[in-house]
């Protein structure tokens, strides 16, 4: 009998829902979310869809549901308009990892990061934050142009 073992130790990371790719696709290639919350279910020993934002939802509506005390994983999809008057979309990959969340979080966040990044290929760029200003609408404007 064939299955899948999973470890609960912090250094081994967790796997990924099998919705995640499917989830990201509708986001990437259909423009259905403006964003996705991924979180880490500790009893699944996975990481799982927390939550889609609609396509009117703002940025502001976005950071709203990062957690001030725990980590989070996020996909964005960030519209603006370049220099050229040109309407364009770049995809970032947001780790989520606010100073005061608590160590075991963050060691299976870090642990687990490779793992949903895998999962979600075709995303433009990553941000490491642990605090709002590191995430703040500005940083994404500077590293799409």
Known sequence: MAFMRTHSNASSGMGVAPNIRDTFHELQMKKAFRYVIFKIEEK??????????????????????????????????????????????????????????????KMLYSTSKDRIKQELDGFHYEIQATDPSEVDLEVLRERAH
């Not at 976005?62 to 996909?75: G, H, K, M, V």
């Not at 999809?77 to 005061?100: L, R, Y």
């Open 44 to 105: 699944q020993k996975q990481v799982v869809v927390e939550k889609t934002g609609a396509t009117t939802e703002s940025y502001d509506d976005f950071l709203a549901c990062l957690p001030e005390n725990d980590c989070r994983y996020a996909i964005y999809d960030f519209d603006f308009v370049t220099g050229e008057n040109v309407q364009k979309s770049k995809i970032f990959f947001i780790a989520w990892s606010p100073s005061t969340s608590r160590i075991r979080a």
